[in-house]
Nanobody
Framework: QVQLVESGGGLAQAGDSLRLSCAAS????????MGWFRQAPGKEREFVAA????????WYEDSVKGRFTISRDNAKNTVYLQMDSLKPEDTGVYYC??????????????????WGQGTQVTVSS
């Protein structure tokens, strides 16, 4: 089992920045992919960004490219999501996700087998 705990959400205005963190604990394998998803009210959960186990590969949903940056610190078993130039449409609950198989390029929620409880991000115009 892997436990994921997100932090860093909150209220922001359009154009502001927020940084989310996700700390992992438990049975941590040597290779794993970590990602971020979000869910807006009334919408399905959607992929935001992910990073390979060694940090060399990152991939993003098109609407956040150039504004969001995912990174990780394996010594701390933590992944980060730096969100700049926030827009109201970025509002939602952000979930950290863990893929034990360490797949590259996956944006499918079903490929991730552990999830955090979510952290709310609200961006006002």
């Amino acid at each position: 089992q892997v436990q994921l705990v997100e932090s860093g959400g909150g209220l922001a205005q359009a154009g502001d920045s927020l940084r989310l963190s996700c700390a992992a604990s438990g049975r941590i394998s040597s290779t794993y992919t970590m990602g971020w998803f979000r869910q807006a009210p009334g919408k399905e959960r959607e992929f935001v960004a992910a990073i390979s186990w060694n940090g060399r590969r990152t991939w993003y949903e098109d609407s956040v490219k150039g504004r969001f940056t995912i990174s990780r610190d394996n010594a701390k078993n933590t992944v980060y999501l730096q969100m700049d130039s926030l827009k109201p449409e970025d509002t939602g609950v952000y979930y950290c996700a863990w893929d034990s198989y360490g797949r590259f390029w996956t944006k499918i929620a079903g490929d991730y087998d552990y999830w955090g409880q979510g952290t709310q991000v609200t961006v006002s115009s």
